[in-house]
């Protein structure tokens, strides 16, 4: 039985050629001295600038600017209500795919590992590439069974993904630390910061496991999500 084909990210972009068209037929319009149009257009090259600048310029995901923006926000807003998630996903030997199948390569991997991770969020989550091949999910008004569930598709889907298309041999995992607990804000630490080192610390507990792991607190100890091999 032949396996179904993969639907792979494309490679090129299009923000800012928009920008560009966008700034071009502004210089235009100003020319023929149509200013209410040209103002129309530079309006519209701004907002794709400031859109741009929350972006992952490789990834089109959220950068690490919108998530500390953002998470700071979200906090505030569920403070005391213990219904926010943090999950910080790193690819699992990345550096051995950059070595062995090329920096091209592992650009691509990083793009559809992104698309991968935003499938299926719950409203209001968004995700977030943190630096370098590390990436958050932000799981707000989810419980902490919900957020390990989420977090576990994810990391499924991605092992589960047909990488061999991309390049023979090329296989893929992740990694993933999930945080859902909350505490008042400190005068040196914030609540954010806070959240994303229990998150970190997660993570590694997932890697020290065996990679390919998802990891969690419950109230006793870190548990790491059991799944076939």
């Keep these: 039985m032949s396996q179904p084909k993969a639907a792979l990210v494309p490679s090129q972009a299009g923000p800012s050629d928009l ?33 741009g600048s929350l972006r992952d310029s490789l990834t089109a995901s959220y950068n690490r600017r919108y998530l500390d923006q953002r998470l700071h926000g ?5 403070q005391g ?72 598709d994810a990391r499924a889907r991605v092992a589960r993904f047909p990488w061999s298309r991309l390049r023979p041999g090329l296989r893929v995992t992740i990694s993933v630390g999930i945080a859902h607990e909350t505490r008042p804000s400190s005068g040196r630490v914030t609540e954010a910061e806070w959240q994303l080192v229990r998150a970190d610390t997660l993570l590694y507990a997932a890697k020290r496991a065996g990679r390919n792991m998802v990891a969690y607190r419950d109230r006793e100890s870190i548990q790491i999500v059991e799944h076939p091999q």
């Design 19 to 51: 920008l560009a068209l966008h700034e071009s037929i502004a210089g235009l319009l100003a020319t023929q001295g149509d200013w209410r149009r040209a103002y129309q257009h530079l309006r519209a090259a701004f907002d794709i600038s400031h859109a």
């Design 74 to 78: 979200l906090l505030a807003e569920h």
């Design 81 to 152: 209500s213990g219904g926010i998630a943090i999950a910080l996903i790193d690819l699992d030997l990345f550096k051995h795919v950059n070595d062995t199948f090329g920096h091209p390569v592992g650009d691509d991997v990083l793009r559809q590992v992104a698309a991968l991770l935003q499938e299926g969020l719950p409203t209001g989550a968004f995700c977030a590439r943190y630096g370098g091949e590390e990436f958050a999910l932000v799981l707000p008004d989810v419980d902490a069974e919900t957020a390990v569930k989420i977090a576990e």
